[in-house]
């Protein structure tokens, strides 16, 4: 049963990866508030199962929808 749960869940993982936008567009889309990007990765929701890339940059956080290329949220580092 455990095993049959997480490969339902990597199958979804992997529409999820299918379906996004590409990463040089999410770096693009980006750049205007993190400055310039040093780390960015996609992750998904458990709950939701909506996708999301994730880009951190010398002036923030931000936090794309995957499929669309829509900023969701900004957060600026400190200073």
């Known amino acids: ?3 049959l749960t ?6 979804s993982y992997y529409d999820c990866i299918r379906n996004a936008i590409d990463i ?3 770096v693009d889309i980006a ?3 993190v ?3 040093f780390k960015v990765w996609i992750s998904q929701s458990k709950k939701t ?6 880009i951190r ?3 923030g956080y931000l936090v794309l929808d995957a499929e669309s ?11």
Do not use: D, H
Not at 6 to 11: D, H, L, N, P, V
Not at 49 to 54: D, M, N, Q, T
């Open 57 to 59: 940059g010398t002036e």
């Open 69 to 79: 290329g829509e900023v969701l949220r900004f957060y600026r580092n400190r200073r």
């Open 1 to 3: 049963m455990l095993a």
């Open 49 to 54: 199962g909506e996708c999301f890339w994730k």
């Open 35 to 37: 400055g310039i990007p």
């Open 31 to 33: 750049k205007v508030q």
């Open 24 to 26: 040089e567009k999410a």
């Open 6 to 11: 997480a490969f339902s869940y990597a199958g």
